[in-house]
């Protein structure tokens, strides 16, 4: 499997936003799916930043009560 670039990951997140069905649950996802990127050290912590901001904030955030254990 090929490492997504900054570029396509951008643009996926801004079609994913796009559709009606676009929710929190898509959100929490992409929230997700981006901090794993940036664990893997496959995303650096700015790209991570810039696309995290394209995602919708969930309040709360479950993914830090995963990532803080």
């Known amino acids: ?3 997504p ?3 396509e990951l951008r643009k996926r997140v801004q079609e994913a936003r796009s559709k009606d069905d ?5 959100a929490c996802c992409w929230q997700g799916y981006l901090a794993a990127l940036l664990e ?4 650096t912590p ?4 810039e696309l995290s901001t394209a995602v919708p904030t969930v309040e ?6 995963i990532f803080l254990g």
């Open 46 to 49: 700015n790209e991570h930043l």
């Open 22 to 26: 676009y929710d929190d649950r898509h």
């Open 1 to 3: 499997m090929e490492t």
């Open 60 to 65: 709360p955030d479950p993914s830090l009560s």
């Open 40 to 43: 893997w050290g496959l995303i």
């Open 5 to 7: 670039s900054y570029e």
